[in-house]
């Protein structure tokens, strides 16, 4: 059977058919255009399926979507989308009435995990736990091919783990989540606060390798803090493999400097899981969309 798998981003919908025996067919990308608003977005997203369908002249297939944000058990509403013109709405009955036929839809970090679980680098191994550091941190858990949710549907999420309670406010509320030390915006905001002056993280990285010592003070730390906080899923969960995506996973001293001192956090008397950059990018989220599909 055909997947189709449908990316939901802030910026642009992508779209896949992969074949039976999972060869790319198609793809399509379009511009999400959130500001035309919601109904616009499942507009672009009803045509974007039927012109993938097409394709395959609707043979069976199954589809699957991937969104910013997840959907709440308890409403079945979109929550914590980044496209706020996605939230408290019911995205996935709409697309169904649309569509006249069942969908899949989950969360990018779930997505991400999938497709590396499966078709990239965590591939062969049986639990993945595969995180996404970019302008914000999640996670997801595959294990033996399937996404772990857990009971609440949050199975993975480490981003809003607080590891230091007086630490900086996150916007969820609470102080020092994973997510305010080794995202990309948290590092951000915290050399702004550090420093009284404003940089994008790509040049305090470049000015860390060039070894001013302000910024390589700094990057210790990120490298410390990234440690400590996987270090506690890596106690709790064990996996048999970690997967680092998003922007940060780009930082190559994370895989040596970064892994070094997660050696002398992890309750064990040794350390031999592989930390891993993950094999397919940005195409992450439209793999695993078609990859979850019902």
């Not at 910013?68 to 019911?90: A, F, M, R, V, Y």
């Not at 997505?111 to 999640?138: H, R």
């Not at 995506?245 to 050696?263: A, F, M, P």
Request: hydrophobic share 40%; with cysteine.
């Amino acid at each position: 059977m055909f997947k189709i798998g449908i990316d939901l981003g802030g910026t642009k919908i992508e779209g896949i058919v992969l074949s039976p025996n999972g060869q790319e067919v198609v793809r399509r990308r379009i511009e999400t255009q959130q500001e035309r608003g919601y109904e616009h977005i499942l507009s672009a997203i009803v045509g974007l399926y039927h012109t993938l369908a097409d394709k395959i002249s609707y043979s069976p297939h199954t589809v699957g979507i991937c969104t910013p944000g997840s959907i709440s058990q308890k409403t079945g509403l979109l929550k914590n989308s980044n496209t706020l013109c996605l939230n408290e709405q019911p995205i996935k009955k709409n697309l169904e009435k649309m569509l006249n036929r069942a969908v899949a839809i989950d969360n990018d970090a779930n997505c991400f995990a999938m497709a590396e679980a499966l078709m990239g680098a965590g591939k062969g191994y049986n639990m993945v736990f595969a995180v996404i550091m970019g302008t914000g941190c999640g996670g997801g858990i595959v294990y033996k091919g399937q996404v772990l949710k857990g009971l609440h549907g949050i199975a993975g999420g480490w981003g809003h783990s607080s590891i230091n309670p007086n630490g900086p406010e996150c916007y969820c509320g609470r102080n020092g989540c994973v997510e305010t030390y080794i995202s990309g915006g948290g590092l951000e905001k915290m050399y702004a606060r550090q420093f009284g002056k404003t940089k994008k993280l790509y040049e305090v990285v470049d000015l860390f390798r060039k070894g001013a010592v302000a910024e390589v003070d700094f990057m210790f730390e990120f490298f410390e803090h990234f440690a400590s906080a996987l270090a506690n899923v890596i106690n709790i969960l064990d996996p048999d493999v970690v997967v680092l995506g998003g922007g940060l996973s780009n930082i190559k001293e994370l895989y040596s400097i970064g892994v070094d001192n997660l050696k002398n956090h992890v309750f064990n008397d040794e350390f031999t899981t592989p930390v891993l950059k993950n094999e397919l990018g940005d195409s992450s989220g439209v793999f695993g969309a078609a990859l979850i599909g019902v």
